[in-house]
């Protein structure tokens, strides 16, 4: 039983940082990739950033230089690091695993298993 659990949500103020960790357990295959994607209120779910097992990174373009998305395998935990935060980045920060296939995606179709979320707020 695959499982995805986010923690390190929060509120922050614009220019702010967070970092968000998905603890993930239930899988030992290699062939992987994993993804944070966001949903804010009235809007559709969308990919932040992807990575690899073997470290290979994608971003969407809003947050290209400010979000850092990485992996701790020995603790199997991922991670996404958000720096200079602005209000338009408020959204529930969902973790996602792709498993069988080691293609980056941010594209939520292709991923079989998610986390419950964690509420990202950036105030101005």
């Known amino acids: 039983q695959v499982q995805l659990v986010e923690s390190g949500g929060g509120s922050v103020q614009a220019g702010g940082s967070l970092r968000l960790s998905c603890a993930a357990s239930?899988?030992?295959?290699?062939?992987?990739?994993m993804g944070w994607f966001r949903q804010a209120p009235g809007k559709e779910r969308e990919g932040v950033a992807a990575i690899n097992w073997i470290g290979t990174t994608q971003y969407a373009d809003s947050v290209k230089g400010r979000f850092t998305i990485s992996q701790d395998n020995g603790k199997n935990t991922l991670y996404l690091v958000m720096n200079s935060l602005k209000p338009e980045d408020t959204a529930m920060y969902y973790c996602?695993?792709?498993?069988?296939?080691?293609?980056?995606?941010?594209?939520?179709?292709?991923?079989?298993?998610w986390g419950q979320g964690t509420q990202v707020t950036v105030s101005s």
């Open positions: 996602a695993a792709r498993l069988g296939s080691w293609y980056l995606s941010l594209s939520q179709i292709d991923y079989n298993y």
């Open positions: 239930g899988y030992t295959d290699n062939n992987y990739a």
